[in-house]
């Protein structure tokens, strides 16, 4: 074909502080790729401003306008572009041989996982600090488990991937380790880095939630969304285009939400053949898609253009459940998200609960990751231990503490 593989993605970073970077994907097409690259956008913490997705089936051209969000976030521009690269078909002529399949099988393998053991002294803000030093390493958190003794001192227990695919590198697994050793300072005590043993196959079951305690975090997941309600509105064309379903989506503006509404066409087995993000627009956000089913033609049928309206209705105003329960003599923050029919969780949602914490001054006892099922979905779910007796006790400072954690989960 000609085409060089460092032109697949083109980066031009901004000039001026608080303006746009330009990322431009130019390759194979395959199903759910646009999904695919705006979640590795949205896990380096950057805000897509705009962008303009095209395909014809086979090969398509994204563009995104993209932010730090917020502006201090330190965004490895070399690594995003790898990270993007790698989830990018094959351009190789065999590719048009095999159709996909190839870079499909690919995609499904799963990386390498790590546990990093990190052994210190108790403090505030101890795991956000870890959190971030991971994210910013491009380290991405699949579970964790930390666990605060008596006398004062934290095991952290996180299983992690490296985007950047290098942990199996002693230089790589020392720079980790020295970078967090260099943030927690003197309550760093000691600080491990090894292949994930048996200790993963204990981690990575599903979450024990009891029934009343899951219905208030699901209990809202299957009820059918009022279209009516102003703060999303669907509105869907057959008239436009002769082979074509338009969709024009115009929601409340929310971290995430590009994301989501590409997770959910991914999920549904629904073609984006053009489609076009506009700039928030006092505070809301618009899209117009052109979309298709998996065997090339418009949605017609009314139940299925209903059902999909649903799903994207449901996933653009509650992407996430936030809940203060108790568990036992107890205060547990609860936070839980659908994640892919992949199997992927939401990024950074592990990342900004602990920062709200944080912010907020409380120390966490103890931390998990684990899943969920209800009954037509699959949910990942934070769960955190709350110390009462650094605050969060009464019924107030619980809703102070939902509501911190709510925005900083949601808002830009």
């Known amino acids: 074909m000609g085409m060089s593989w460092e032109d697949v993605v083109l980066i031009e970073r901004s000039k001026t502080t608080g303006d746009s970077s330009v990322v431009t994907v130019n390759c194979p097409?395959?199903?759910?790729?646009?999904?695919?690259?705006?979640?590795?956008?949205?896990?380096?913490?950057?805000?897509?401003?705009?962008?303009?997705?095209?395909?014809?089936?086979?090969?398509?051209?994204?563009?995104?306008?993209?932010?730090?969000?917020?502006?201090?976030?330190?965004?490895?521009?070399?690594?995003?572009?790898?990270?993007?690269?790698?989830?990018?078909?094959?351009?190789?002529?065999?590719?048009?041989?095999?159709?996909?399949?190839?870079?499909?099988?690919?995609?499904?393998?799963?990386?390498?996982?790590?546990?990093l053991k990190v052994f210190s002294l108790d403090r505030k803000g101890l795991i956000h600090d870890v959190t971030k030093v991971l994210c910013d390493l491009d380290l991405a958190i699949q579970r964790v488990k930390v666990t605060t003794t008596p006398d004062g001192k934290v095991l952290d227990l996180f299983f992690i991937t490296d985007g950047m695919e290098?942990?199996?590198?002693?230089?790589?697994?020392?720079?980790?380790?020295?970078?967090?050793?260099?943030?927690?300072?003197?309550?760093?005590?000691?600080?491990?880095l090894e292949v994930a043993g048996a200790e993963y196959d204990v981690q990575q079951g599903h979450s024990c939630i009891s029934e009343t305690v899951a219905e208030e975090l699901f209990g809202g997941c299957d009820v059918e969304v009022d279209p009516s309600q102003s703060e999303a509105s669907i509105t869907v064309d057959n008239l436009l285009s002769p082979?074509?379903?338009?969709?024009?989506?115009?929601?409340l503006d929310q971290k995430g939400l590009v994301y989501d509404i590409f997770k959910i066409s991914k999920d549904c087995n629904i073609r984006i053949v053009h489609g076009r993000i506009w700039s928030s627009d006092k505070g809301y956000r618009s899209l117009d898609l052109f979309i298709q089913k998996e065997d090339g033609?418009?949605?017609?049928?009314?139940?299925?253009?209903?059902?999909?309206?649903?799903?994207?209705?449901?996933?653009?105003?509650?992407?996430?459940r936030v809940i203060i329960t108790n568990r036992g003599p107890d205060t547990e923050l609860m936070v839980a998200n659908p994640v892919e029919l992949?199997?992927?969780?939401?990024?950074?949602?592990?990342?900004d609960a602990t920062l709200a914490l944080k912010t907020l001054g409380i120390c966490v006892f103890s931390a998990e990751i684990g899943r969920h099922s209800s009954s037509r979905r699959q949910w990942e779910v934070y769960r955190f231990l709350l110390d009462e007796s650094r605050g969060s006790s009464n019924r107030a400072k619980r809703d102070v503490v939902v509501d911190k954690v709510r925005r900083t989960l949601m808002g830009w």
């Open 166 to 192: 290098l942990l199996h590198t002693k230089i790589r697994r020392e720079e980790t380790c020295e970078h967090l050793s260099a943030v927690l300072g003197g309550c760093c005590i000691t600080c491990e």
């Open 29 to 115: 097409d395959k199903a759910g790729l646009g999904c695919d690259l705006l979640r590795i956008v949205l896990e380096f913490g950057l805000y897509v401003t705009r962008g303009d997705f095209s395909t014809d089936g086979r090969w398509c051209y994204v563009v995104l306008w993209v932010v730090p969000r917020p502006s201090s976030v330190r965004v490895d521009w070399e690594s995003l572009k790898n990270r993007l690269l790698s989830c990018c078909p094959s351009c190789l002529p065999t590719f048009y041989l095999n159709h996909l399949s190839d870079s499909d099988s690919d995609s499904s393998k799963s990386p390498p996982l790590y546990l």
């Open 297 to 320: 033609k418009k949605i017609v049928d009314k139940d299925s253009q209903a059902l999909l309206c649903c799903r994207l209705k449901e996933e653009m105003l509650n992407p996430l």
């Open 342 to 351: 992949s199997g992927k969780g939401r990024p950074r949602v592990f990342y």
């Open 243 to 251: 082979t074509h379903t338009l969709l024009q989506i115009r929601c």
